[in-house]
């Protein structure tokens, strides 16, 4: 598969030129850089950038010229593995890592190395990437903002007084700063999306569990997924086929397009703007547009917050009694919340994730793809707590996952990509949502709107 | 709207959680909003609409997950 990569606005405050396995890529083809050569640019960029974005926790130096050694020698022998051969990558801190330190971003786990690796990182061992690192997150993953008071708050590459967005927030700024071309980040309400969409490249949720999540830390067993973080779709489908059984498929002729009722009102100007544009381009390519009615999104966003609180605090409860003051405050106030919240209450959220699932479905039976905003806002200032969306103040949390948490109740794929306007302001995105199971269809989909936004 | 009261939540907390949290914890619940998302008297009235629903036969988390190539 081979499609053009879009010109995406540059990071105008720190680092290099976006990477894209690509280029990466044609760079060892052409013999002008080793995959040395390249792991070194990397771990560089992430050193030099670290004080400011800090987007790393660990950095993988020795690692990753091990496997950038081992790659080139491949290389020379005419013995490579395939497309990720050699090619850098980052991964959120909650992927374990054998012998090297997985933090979670947090305190409690400050020297925590495990024995075993992640399934995810296994599969990119075995396809030849080099891991150079290990992304900074908000704590244990539960937020979306990439605060952190242990780690340090990541930063928006593109304005560093501005968030990244979370909670994959280090995964994010590094692919946007241009230190790796792709990076591994979890998603249980937004998590690789909104930061995706906040710092201008493409973020990619699976449907419920095609990304094995063996060896990721749980925050919330029921909605956590696996994702991938990346500056193009084409690069998206790279990895997720080497991470996922995804099957080929052909972009659907006479494409039929879902939008949810008064999402777009919902936005700041640019990002309606930029899902207008999606929207035009597609029309003007012969999709045929119809509303798509999901269930109460207020009632969703309670059903995924009780089962997000009452599973982690099962989880990381027992650490309470001995290290309480190592988490940092989110953390906590999430699991004292959840500590009142009943056993019938959890259940019965449980099954509405079940008639959520069922509705979905028979909602999707109508079309091919949804298009929705990524996020209504653009990345906010930095220490910002509550904002204004179409005349609500509701807390940023819960602004930046409005338009991301449901499709993790239903398990859809979901994919966000940048689009490029006029204004060259912060980044702006939206959102493709397919049905469950149709991870390689959305994909099509989305190379066939990326090309039109190109 | 339920509003819960501190000494309630310190009363359950010492009776019935062996005094899991810390006061400044729970005072937390007592705010408006606090935290990342919502507050705990919100959440509880939603919960009470969510509770009520007759969903039927419904089971919960009939979802599974997807086959994947996992087990190498």
Redesign the interface.
Known sequence: MSHPTPERQRPTSTMTELRSIRTTVAAFEDGSRSAVDIAHESIAAAERSNPSLRSFITVTAEHALTQARQADARRTTGCILGPLDGVPYAAKDMFETSGIRTTCGSRLLQTNVPETTA?AI??LD?AGACLIGKTNLHEFA????GENGWAGTVVNPHDETRLAGGSSSGSAAAVAAGIVPFALGTDTGGSVRVPAALCGITGYKP??????L?GVFPYCW?LDHAGVLTTCVEDLTTVARHI??IPPALPPKGLRVGLVQGWEHKCEASVRGAFLAAKSHLLRSGATFAVAHLPDQ??AR??S??IQLAETLTYHGPN??RA?DHFG??M???M??A????A??Y?????????Y?RAFVNTMKAFDVLLTPACPITAPKIGTV?VRVAGQTM????ALTLFTSFFNLV?APALVLPVSLQSRGLPVAVQLVGA??SDAELFEIALMLERMLG | MLKPRLETLKSINAEFLGGRWADDDLQQLIRPAFGVVSSLASVLADLRGIVAKDLGDVAPHARAAAPNFDDD
């Open positions: 399934v296994r599969k075995a539960y937020g979306a903002t449907s419920f569990g095609l990304i094995s063996d029921s996922a059984m207020a009632e309670t059903v917050l009780t309470l009694a309480r405050a989110d906590r106030s999430g004292v919340l500590q009142f919240i009943s019938e209450s259940i019965q959220c449980k099954r509405m994730l079940e008639t699932r509550e807390p940023i949390g819960n398990g469950p199971g």
